[in-house]
């Protein structure tokens, strides 16, 4: 039995807000990989909540890859294969096993769809007050606080991974920065970020 084709449509390098976003999002949440001399495999694997967010993802890519639902761990996933797309990702320094590793292109370091991007992977935003979270390699936390210009300091965790958090106008400066009139998001964060006065 041939096996089955998928559609997916990647697109230039320019930077456009659905690509920085997307790049953003990767760096934090996806996982590249090949296996010996097969293509590029691009995964995205996501709460099943979010669910409509990987949808998004293929809509991008004006793709028809299947979304796969994990209910014994309410998590659903995406996996493209596409040597192009792996290609674009290793261009923009998104590689196999960045976890401990990733750094911030220069050509996206000031981008903010980037940064919401990375945020809606790695970030997280109070349901209660004005504050928020973010995490990642050094390098990643020292570009995004020197993006967000606060002042904000980067902490020393455990195993390569840092932290950045902050609370009150702080925190509403950072998240209106990202999100305002934002087209692509995360919806649940979108909705934390405009429900509790941060574009105030």
């Known amino acids: 039995m041939a096996k089955q084709q998928y559609k997916v449509i990647v697109p230039s390098n320019e930077l456009t807000e659905e690509l920085a976003y997307w790049l953003g999002f990767l760096l934090a949440d996806g996982n590249l990989r090949r296996q010996g001399q097969r293509s590029w495999q691009t995964r995205i694997h996501l709460a099943i909540c979010d669910k409509s967010h990987l949808q998004k993802f293929l809509n991008f890519l004006q793709s028809d890859y299947p979304i796969y639902d ?7 996933m995406v996996t493209i294969t596409s040597e192009a797309l792996g290609d674009l990702l290793m261009s923009y320094g998104i590689t196999p096993r960045k976890s401990r590793t990733a750094q911030v292109d220069v050509r996206l370091a000031d981008n903010r769809h980037f940064w919401r991007g ?9 349901k209660d007050n ?11 936390c ?13 902490h020393f965790k455990c195993n390569d991974f840092y932290t950045v958090e902050t609370c009150g106008k702080k925190a509403q400066h950072a998240v209106s920065t990202m999100y305002n009139n934002a087209t692509i998001v995360l919806e649940r964060k979108a909705i934390l970020a405009g429900g509790y006065s941060y574009f105030s």
């Not at 990375?118 to 109070?126: A, E």
């Not at 020292?142 to 980067?154: A, C, D, I, N, P």
């Open 118 to 126: 990375v945020f809606d992977g790695d970030g997280y935003i109070g």
């Open 142 to 154: 020292e570009k995004f606080t020197q993006f967000l210009g606060s002042g904000l300091r980067v």
């Open 130 to 140: 004005p504050r928020f979270g973010f995490g990642g390699t050094q390098d990643v």
């Open 70 to 76: 994990h209910s014994h761990t309410n998590s659903c």
